[in-house]
């Protein structure tokens, strides 16, 4: 049967190449930090000439950027049933940060090099706030409902305290040369920021 006139059979060339760009950016960043990993190599990763790449990337940054917003998804699937859940549920929150230490044993180096340059770099600072900012929104009015409920007691303000868990999430991960380790600390620092001295239910389940 013949494709409908316009539609591609797979891929472009075009496609392909800017794939092999991303992957290669992916590979060197498994064995280097981000600051090291150079146009060049990007390049010979891909096949391309160094004068190919500027017609898919503008720069370095513009593949940094892409294989952030690539994550993105990834950053907060795991966190759903955390976030619309109620009380301390121990077990929804170590899934919830076991899947964060995953990606980031995974892609540490891209997430750590990407924060560090983000003060001084408008998109990765962009990123990083949408990513922040959606977290903290679904995370205050989690603590919203367990106060209304009776199930936290009274604290700072919800976005407040939201805020400074995901500082500290970002802070512990980025420093971490074994970010799993870290998954029981920070199950335990969470639920006594969020419910103080209540009893903790354990549904690991």
């Known amino acids: 049967m013949t494709p409908p006139t316009g539609r591609r059979r797979g891929p472009s060339k075009g496609d392909r190449r800017e794939q092999a760009i991303l992957e290669t950016a992916r590979e060197l960043l498994a064995r280097k930090p981000l600051a090291e990993i150079t146009i060049d190599e990007l390049a010979a990763g891909a096949e391309i000439s160094r004068s190919s790449f500027y017609f898919y990337f503008d720069s370095k940054l513009a593949v940094v950027v892409a294989l952030l917003h690539g994550l993105t998804g990834e950053l907060i699937a795991g966190s759903g049933p955390w976030l619309d859940g109620t009380g301390p549920d121990s077990g929804a929150l170590r899934r919830s940060l076991t899947g964060l ?13 990407a924060l560090a340059a983000a003060p001084g770099c408008p998109p990765i600072a962009e990123w990083r706030s949408t ?10 009015e989690r603590i919203e409902r367990d106060r209304a409920a009776g199930l936290a007691p009274d604290g700072p303000a919800p976005a407040v305290l939201a805020g400074m868990i995901d500082d500290l999430r970002l802070a512990a991960f980025a420093n971490a040369s074994s970010p799993g380790e870290l998954v029981d600390d920070l199950v335990v620092v ?12 354990h549904s690991d389940s």
Do not use: F, N, Q
């Not at 230490?101 to 180096?109: D, Q």
């Not at 990513?131 to 205050?140: F, I, M, N, Q, T």
């Open 101 to 113: 230490a995953t990606l980031w044993t995974s892609h540490g180096r891209l997430l750590a090099g």
């Open 190 to 201: 969470e639920l006594r920021m969020l419910y103080g001295d209540l009893p903790i239910r």
């Open 131 to 140: 990513l922040r900012d959606a977290h903290v929104k679904r995370l205050a």
